[in-house]
Every structure is written in structure tokens, then in C-alpha cells.
């Protein structure tokens, strides 16, 4: 298994306050993506990363930022959580082209509740 | 835009039996990558197959074997003597090359086996 965790496994959090996810991997893959996961809907991409301090939109981003200082790690922030926002967060790592072969790695995931 | 469309919301089969999830997408892209993902109840993604879309023949991997109909779009999995422990939610999923390596999810097929 690729060696990528998430922290915390499972969160509940009160509307309105701050809430950190952090995705931590081991391989050195240089793509990293925050994914959301609601039933209905498959998982959504958030934000991802491309390299460290490059990140970009995804289709859900509205409410969301992310951060990546060190190869790494990948941080999600929810700077103010709503109750739309209560979801399963799934982070995910790819080295194409490095391997030469398209794969994305996922984590085992983070189940947020906001009260 | 890039689409992927799952129309069997819910499927069921005898164990030992085949069954086939659908899968349509859209893309305007030449070079691309589809795949299948399993979540079992653990939640962990699990990538199922993988089909290069300038390949020409369809993916297998042991009772797991794809049909990729480029010109309709299309790219089903056949399972082969189902499983108990195939139940899961299977997701197809599409990446095209040389953009943000950005996969577009499926809204998935809850696949039971029964015994």
C-alpha cells in the first residue's frame, strides 16, 4: 500500500469554527488532491497540488483552502465550517509521468461532522 | 468539460455469477486514462483496472475484465464468479494526460453479492 495517512480519522467540529486536515504521505509523489465523498455525488475534487506552494482549484473548492509547504504534506482548512460542509475527505498522491503509468494512491480517508 | 456517467445507482448478483457495471463518459481529450475503483463498507479506495484509451485492447486483471468502446464512449466492468467480498461501490473514473492529471468521478454502482 502506498504509504499515505490522514489525520484526524474522524472529527466532529461546531458550525463555525476552524477545522485542519492533514494528509501525510511517504512516497515523494509530487501531485497531492483533497477529495470530498457525499453520497450521490462520487468524490468530488477540492484542491489539489502539484508541486510544493503550487495548488489549484478544484470543482468544489468554494469555502475550502489548502497548503502545502513540504513535499509531504498536504493541508485542507475549513476556515469557518458550515453543515454542508459534513463530509468524508479523502486524500489522494500521483507521480505521472514521473512512473509513466496513471495512478492515483488514496488515503483511508477522514469523516467530518459539523454540528 | 469532462463527464462520467454511472447509471445503475444499485446492482445485485448471485454469488459465482457475471455481472457488468456501466460506465459512459466525455471527454474532448485523445489521450486518457479510465479506471474502475472498488470501496468496500472499510471505505478504502482500492483501484480495480485500468485502461489506457490508446490501447486498443481491453484491460483484464484475473476476474475483472473491462469493455472499452472508444468511438461510444463507453467502458463497463465484467466481474467473473462474483464474490462475497466484491459488495462494495465501484466507482469508474477518468484522467486525461497532460493537463492537472485531475480525476472526474462517477457517481457510483452499490454492487451486492449474495450468497
Known amino acids: ?115 | 468539460a469532462q463527464t462520467v456517467t454511472q447509471s445503475q445507482p444499485e446492482m445485485s448478483v448471485q454469488e459465482a455469477e457475471t455481472v457488468t457495471l456501466s460506465c459512459t463518459y466525455d471527454t474532448s481529450e485523445s489521450n486518457y486514462y479510465l479506471f474502475w475503483y472498488k470501496q468496500p463498507p472499510s471505505r478504502q479506495m482500492i483501484l480495480v483496472i485500468r485502461q489506457e484509451a490508446y490501447k486498443q485492447q481491453n484491460a483484464t486483471e484475473n476476474r475483472f475484465s473491462v469493455n472499452f468502446q472508444k468511438a461510444a464512449k463507453s467502458f463497463s466492468l465484467k466481474i467473473s464468479d462474483s464474490q462475497l467480498g466484491d459488495t462494495a461501490m465501484y466507482f469508474c473514473a477518468l484522467v486525461s494526460q497532460g493537463g492537472s492529471e485531475k480525476l472526474v468521478f462517477g457517481k457510483g454502482t452499490k454492487l451486492t453479492v449474495n450468497p
Open chain 1, 1 to 115: 500500500d502506498a504509504g499515505i495517512t490522514q489525520s484526524p480519522r474522524h472529527k466532529v467540529t461546531e458550525t463555525g469554527t476552524p477545522v485542519t486536515l492533514r494528509c501525510h504521505q511517504t512516497e515523494n509523489h509530487r501531485y497531492m488532491y483533497w477529495y470530498r465523498q457525499d453520497p450521490g455525488h462520487g468524490l468530488r475534487l477540492i484542491h489539489y497540488s502539484y508541486g510544493v506552494k503550487d495548488t489549484d482549484k478544484g470543482e468544489v473548492s468554494d469555502g475550502y483552502s489548502v497548503s502545502r509547504s513540504k513535499t509531504e504534506d498536504f493541508l485542507l482548512t475549513l476556515e469557518s465550517a458550515t453543515s454542508s460542509q459534513t463530509s468524508v475527505y479523502f486524500c489522494a498522491i500521483s507521480d505521472y509521468p514521473g512512473t509513466g503509468i496513471y495512478e492515483q494512491y488514496f488515503g483511508p480517508g477522514t469523516r467530518l461532522t459539523v454540528t
